[in-house]
């Protein structure tokens, strides 16, 4: 192997070992996400994937109209059974309805904060901002800024690697 060759072959496995490494910290932050996430809005009764569900539906492009289930797998990039088995949970607990939309056929429904899911939603930010807070100690608003843009840029990836979902 001559040196052009040997150089290439160490720099791809260091570059596959970096990657590793990466992917191991991913996985680890987001199994530390879930169980600290789930503690810090514990107190409402909610979960993770709740605050995600709610945090969604709560944004000011959506909290009148709400999103289609559709627009809501896009967007938290989450399966149907796993988003149906979440919204069935916030439904019950009367923080979530499905409306049909005046439409066609008005099979088409949109999911909405309901009264009771804003004033939860707006009980919760407190507890929320102390775990941004906390978990982004020592990080600058341009780190964060940076991050987050390289996130979405592993994200994007990701994303061109997923088949799409059906339905």
Known sequence: MDQASA???????????????????LYQASNLMHKTGTK??????ATTQQWAVLGALSRPSVRDRGMTVKQLIGFLMVSRQNLTAVLDRLEQAGLVERVRTAGA????????????GIDIWGAMLG??????????????TEE???LFKLLDRLRDGLSRMQEP???
């Open 7 to 25: 150089s290439a072959a160490a720099e791809e496995q260091a570059r596959f070992d970096v990657a590793n490494r990466l992917f191991l910290r």
């Open 40 to 45: 810090a809005v514990g107190d409402f009764g």
């Open 105 to 116: 056929d008005g099979r088409l429904r949109h999911v909405r904060l309901t009264s009771q």
């Open 127 to 140: 507890s929320i901002r102390r775990y941004y807070d906390s978990a982004l100690d020592g990080f600058s």
């Open 144 to 146: 964060c800024v940076l």
């Open 165 to 167: 979902e059906e339905g």
